[in-house]
């Protein structure tokens, strides 16, 4: 696993990588002195002190007010779930998944079970590029036309969520007449 931003608790330069002991073992220059022996691994502030400072002060904010995750988390579940009851009630025309406050939207035949599925089975990119340009045209913003992945961060509030269902429900409603 590689970690970044948050560890070092915004502070630049920040990384961490964690696995599996007997992978982790590979970099110890302790137990293999042996530069040959062990996989090298480093950088430009490793072991900085600020960073380091920066990332355990903020990881220990967010241990102790655990509540923000699941406040965040339950939100957007919520939102995932009303969007989602949306496109059933527009035919289907999509699917909305995710977990926590990851959402994708996916024009599709059917439910997808991976990144491969969602791909294979779009209905038309068309629509991929229609929900971009229509949620721009109103504020909503998010990375690219080709694929509708929203990662909400804790700044985005209720107001927001529900700004975003309603837009989309606005699209199907334009897309799909009842």
């Given at each position: 696993?590689?970690?970044?931003?948050?560890?070092?608790?915004?502070?630049?330069?920040?990384?961490?990588?964690?696995s599996r002991s007997e992978i982790m073992e590979l970099l110890n220059q302790v137990?293999?002195?042996?530069?040959?022996?062990?996989?090298?691994?480093?950088?430009?502030?490793?072991?900085?002190?600020?960073?380091?400072?920066?990332?355990?002060?903020?990881?220990?904010?967010?241990?102790?007010?655990?509540?923000?995750?699941?406040?965040?988390?339950?939100?957007?579940?919520?939102?995932?779930?009303?969007?989602?009851?949306?496109?059933?009630?527009?035919?289907?025309?999509?699917?909305?998944?995710?977990?926590?406050?990851?959402?994708?939207?996916?024009?599709t035949r059917n439910r997808p079970i991976n990144a491969r599925i969602a791909y294979?089975?779009?209905?038309?990119?068309?629509?991929?590029?229609?929900?971009?340009?229509?949620?721009?045209?109103?504020?909503?913003?998010?990375?690219?036309?080709?694929?509708?992945?929203?990662?909400?961060?804790?700044?985005?509030?209720?107001?927001?969520?529900?700004?975003?269902?309603?837009?989309?429900?606005?699209?199907?409603?334009?897309?799909?007449?009842?």
């Open positions: 696993m590689t970690l970044g931003k948050i560890v070092g608790g915004g502070y630049p330069g920040a990384g961490a990588i964690a137990k293999k002195p042996s530069a040959r022996a062990r996989s090298f691994h480093g950088g430009t502030f490793t072991g900085n002190r600020i960073t380091l400072t920066a990332g355990y002060a903020l990881i220990s904010y967010l241990n102790h007010h655990r509540a923000l995750y699941e406040n965040f988390n339950n939100l957007w579940n919520w939102v995932r779930g009303e969007m989602d009851k949306a496109c059933e009630e527009y035919g289907r025309i999509c699917w909305v998944t995710g977990v926590g406050s990851m959402l994708g939207i996916h024009f294979i089975d779009r209905i038309d990119d068309g629509l991929y590029s229609l929900l971009h340009l229509y949620m721009r045209t109103r504020g909503i913003l998010y990375m690219t036309e080709h694929t509708a992945h929203l990662l909400p961060s804790m700044i985005h509030t209720g107001d927001h969520a529900r700004a975003l269902m309603e837009e989309f429900k606005n699209l199907l409603s334009e897309v799909i007449r009842k």
